[in-house]
Nanobody
Framework: VQLVESGGGLVQVGGSLRLSCAASGSTSSIDVMGWQRQAPGKQRELVAAIERGGSTNYADSVKGRFTISRDNAKNTVYLQMNSLKPEDTAAYYC??????????????WGQGTQVTVFS
């Protein structure tokens, strides 16, 4: 499985960006897709995830501001980011994985896309 992200960039505080991640290859093995981010000096954080059936999860830090969605026909996941804050600045990585007995195993990474929020 290959994951290709797009949509990062520079945005002013309060602005919006939409990230996209297109999966190719053995996509039938993917049960869940999501976005992780990592800022310099900070721990990696799972921002949002969406299962094939549509169930979603969000980090508390982005609830109400970010929305994850998925187009199963296109094997693409989106992250709509609104009301962006400087602390959202990070490299954002698309992830894809499988679910077994309720446990997610993140098997695949994208190359990452930088999001920088400036005031």
């Amino acid at each position: 499985v290959q994951l290709v992200e797009s949509g990062g960039g520079l945005v002013q505080v309060g602005g919006s960006l939409r990230l996209s991640c297109a999966a190719s290859g053995s996509t039938s093995s993917i049960d869940v897709m999501g976005w992780q981010r990592q800022a310099p000096g900070k721990q990696r954080e799972l921002v949002a995830a969406i299962e094939r059936g549509g169930s979603t999860n969000y980090a508390d830090s982005v609830k109400g501001r970010f929305t994850i969605s998925r187009d199963n026909a296109k094997n693409t996941v989106y992250l709509q980011m609104n009301s962006l804050k400087p602390e959202d600045t990070a490299a954002y990585y698309c992830r894809a994985g499988s679910i077994y007995s309720g446990t997610i195993t993140w098997n695949y990474w994208g190359q990452g896309t930088q999001v920088t929020v400036f005031s």
